[in-house]
């Protein structure tokens, strides 16, 4: 079965950096979008940034310039930079796969079927 494990979370004052990383398993398609989420308290889950089979990245406009996504294919695992941090990109962050397309869609979460258990990201 697919799953996915994020990891690297953790504290950090404003300015500085941190780099997620999520193992994905389970899986043998060769057309899909790995992405990246983040939910604030008391906010809806939004799109960090996503990238696809076919190599296209995408993110979001709160974060572009600071955050990078990218994925080590020889592992699996898919990787999220993160520099410049703000307090306001505080967040549980969460690692999901849509397996219908290499075509990442951020702004909605609902073709994403499968998600991993979040990694605590906290910038103050």
């Known amino acids: 079965h697919v799953q996915l494990v994020e990891s690297g979370g953790g504290s950090v004052q404003t300015g500085g950096s941190l780099r997620l990383s999520c193992a994905a398993s389970g899986y043998h398609h060769s057309a899909y979008c790995l992405a990246w989420f983040r939910q604030a308290p008391g906010k809806a889950r939004e799109g960090v940034a996503g990238?696809?089979?076919?190599?296209?990245?995408a993110a979001a406009d709160s974060v572009k310039g600071r955050f990078t996504i990218s994925k080590d294919n020889a592992k699996n695992i898919l990787l999220l930079q993160m520099n410049s941090l703000k307090p306001e990109d505080t967040a549980m962050y969460y690692c999901?796969?849509?397996?219908?397309?290499?075509?990442?869609?951020?702004?909605?979460?609902?073709?994403?079927?499968?998600w991993g258990q979040g990694t605590q990201v906290t910038v103050s």
């Open positions: 990238i696809g089979t076919n190599g296209v990245a």
């Open positions: 999901a796969a849509d397996l219908s397309t290499p075509r990442c869609a951020l702004v909605s979460r609902t073709s994403y079927k499968f």
